[in-house]
T-cell receptor, first 115, second 111 residues
Framework: DSGVTQTPKHLITATGQRVTLRCSPR?????VYWYQQSLDQGLQFLIQ???????AKGNILERFSAQQFPDLHSELNLSSLELGDSALYFC??????????????FGEGSRLTVL | GQQVMQIPQYQHVQEGEDFTTYCNSS?????IQWYKQRPGGHPVFLIQ???SGEVKKQKRLTFQFGEAKKNSSLHITATQTTDVGTYFC???????????WGAGTKLIIKP
């Protein structure tokens, strides 16, 4: 158990819809990262928050947005969903202010299926 | 742009055979991290290498960081069924210091 909690574990929705994925980081971790992993593919960095503020942006579509709340949990909002958005979405957390400096702890992921 | 290339994409081995995956970065890295993702699971941190030429061992796993800090390898001796999964390397991007991930090498044990 990494200590990172993601909900929901599975989500099936239709094209054009909007969903929200939720992540609670490990206790004490200030950084939250969102990654997208398409079937049998690598990990694509979407966005990072550190202590409530956006720290870095990766290949995140304009239809996607995220935020980190004062209690440090984070939400990833995906809107106007397309078939190609079907993927596993991972949240990770770390103590470090940047993803490149230390261990990332990953949640179990939210599997999104867009029909 | 900055890339981390990882080969091979797949490696099929008999149980007991060795396994190696290689990572090559287009730029010098300050460190490189390795993660393992079991089938249906999430990535789990294995190790971080920082020094040029560094070699670290974890039981049957040997990790190396090249002298130029642009390449790295993970070698597993005498694979076991518990080693099955995808192994990823990742290094910090120059621009925002987020991790750039290799595509992963999937270790498959032949039946």
């Amino acid at each position: 158990d990494s200590g990172v909690t993601q909900t929901p574990k599975h989500l099936i929705t239709a094209t054009g819809q909007r969903v929200t994925l939720r992540c609670s980081p490990r206790s004490g971790d200030l950084s939250v990262y969102w990654y997208q992993q398409s079937l049998d593919q690598g990990l694509q960095f979407l966005i990072q928050y550190y202590n409530g503020e956006e720290r870095a942006k990766g290949n995140i579509l304009e239809r996607f947005s995220a935020q980190q709340f004062p209690d440090l949990h984070s939400e990833l909002n995906l809107s106007s969903l397309e078939l190609g958005d079907s993927a596993l979405y991972f949240c990770a957390s770390s103590v470090e202010p940047s993803g490149g400096t230390g261990e990332l702890f990953f949640g179990e992921g939210s599997r999104l299926t867009v029909l | 742009g900055q890339q981390v290339m990882q080969i091979p994409q797949y490696q099929h081995v008999q149980e007991g055979e060795d396994f190696t995956t290689y990572c090559n970065s287009s730029t010098t890295l300050s460190n490189i991290q390795w993660y393992k993702q079991r089938p249906g699971g999430h990535p789990v941190f294995l190790i971080q290498l920082v020094k040029s030429g560094e070699v670290k061992k974890q039981k049957r796993l040997t990790f190396q960081f090249g002298e130029a800090k642009k390449n790295s390898s993970l070698h597993i001796t005498a694979t076991q069924t518990t080693d099955v999964g995808t192994y990823f390397c990742a290094g910090p991007a120059d621009s925002n210091y987020q991790l750039i991930w290799g595509a992963g090498t999937k270790l498959i044990i032949k039946p």
